[in-house]
Structure formats: structure tokens, C-alpha cells
């Protein structure tokens, strides 16, 4: 189901779905030293993020997400932090990582990063996706051990007519950039 008009950048709290409409993930994951064998069963499960959104004492934006993979196995845990600070520690797909969050106000704050054209390309800024300044959601991780780098936009674009959640990503690795979309069905509180 494509994402409810009432579900904003402001608003992202829910299950979503990674939709059919993606992007082949496999040579990206390879890029970020995925085992070929995780990588092919990337092709064949459901993964669900069940994300939790809410503002802290501290007046901190976070995004909390869980993973679930199809028949309800556990998946990954990625706790975010909207506020540009680099976090180190294990994550259970790519090992250890340095990752940051923040919001973006527009997509002319990507012009510095690998994949810019096609990260800044096609996200709904003009109709109350997020309040201003929180338009848009960037995330960096780098790997430790590995020497990639990715770079992920979260946003709103319109498929086909429709509405629907996107993640971009370009991965870097040397001087070779690998770029994906992620398309999410939205599946409800």
C-alpha cells in the first residue's frame, strides 16, 4: 500500500514493507562485503522495518528501527539519532560501523556526496512531507574495516502516480559508486 497523505517526514512511525518496486540490492551489498550467500537471500524475503519516531527529553529527533525477515525471524536494530553525531558500534549486517543522522532541509545539502544527482533527484519537497527543515532524512555509514562509504536519503517521491516511502543509498568504495532505491509499502501502525 502506498504511503497515507497523513504519514509525513514528521510522522514516520509504522511498519514498512520493502516493496517489489526496489532496486536490485545485490551488487550493492557486495560493494559493503555482504556474503554472497546473505546477499542472494536479499532476493527472496520479506524485510519489514518497524520504526519507531518520537522527540526525547533532550528535544532529540531518533528513528528507531526494528527488522523482521520473512516467517517473523529477527532482523536488524538501527537505532538513529538526528543530530549529526557519529556513533560507532556493530552492525549485524555490514560489522563495525561509524554512522550519522540528521535532517535535511532540501536536497541542495548533498551537492558534497558521492551519487548527489541521483540522491537530490525526484523527492516531494512542497507538500507537507515534514515540517521545514525535516524534509528529508540523511544517514551516512562508513565501515570500519572494509573502506566503503554509503550514503542514504529517506523521503516521499511519486511511482507511477502514487505516493510511496524511498530510501536512496550510493555506496562508494574507491572510485567505484554504486547507487539503489528502496521503495516501501506502507503496512500500517
Known amino acids: ?49 518497524h520504526l519507531n519516531q518520537y522527540t526525547d527529553d533532550a528535544g532529540l529527533d531518533h528513528v528507531d528501527v526494528k527488522q523482521t525477515v520473512t516467517g517473523g525471524f529477527k532482523g536488524g536494530v538501527e537505532n ?14 555490514f560489522g ?34 515534514g515540517e521545514q527543515g525535516k524534509r528529508l532524512l540523511l544517514a551516512t555509514m562508513e565501515s570500519v574495516k572494509l573502506g ?10 511519486m511511482i507511477d502516480g502514487e505516493r510511496w516511502h524511498v530510501r536512496k543509498v550510493a555506496v562508494k568504495k574507491g572510485d567505484q559508486v554504486l547507487t539503489g532505491k528502496a521503495v516501501y509499502d506502507w503496512g500500517g501502525k
Open 148 to 157: 566503503w562509504r554509503s550514503v542514504a536519503v529517506w523521503g516521499f517521491q
Open 1 to 49: 500500500m502506498t504511503a497515507p497523505p497523513e504519514i509525513t517526514m514528521s510522522s514516520l512511525t509504522g511498519k514498512w514493507i520493502l516493496s517489489k518496486k526496489s532496486d536490485d540490492w545485490e551488487p550493492l551489498l557486495g560493494l559493503q562485503g555482504v556474503p554472497w550467500i546473505k546477499r542472494r537471500a536479499a532476493n527472496y524475503i520479506t524485510l519489514t522495518d
Open 96 to 129: 563495525q560501523v561509524k554512522d550519522q543522522c540528521k535532517w535535511l532541509g532540501g536536497v541542495e545539502e548533498l551537492d558534497q556526496e558521492h551519487g548527489a544527482e541521483f540522491l537530490k533527484e525526484g523527492w516531494i519537497m512542497d507538500e507537507g512531507s
Open 80 to 93: 538513529r539519532t538526528l543530530n549529526w553525531e557519529v556513533f560507532e558500534g556493530p552492525n549485524e549486517t
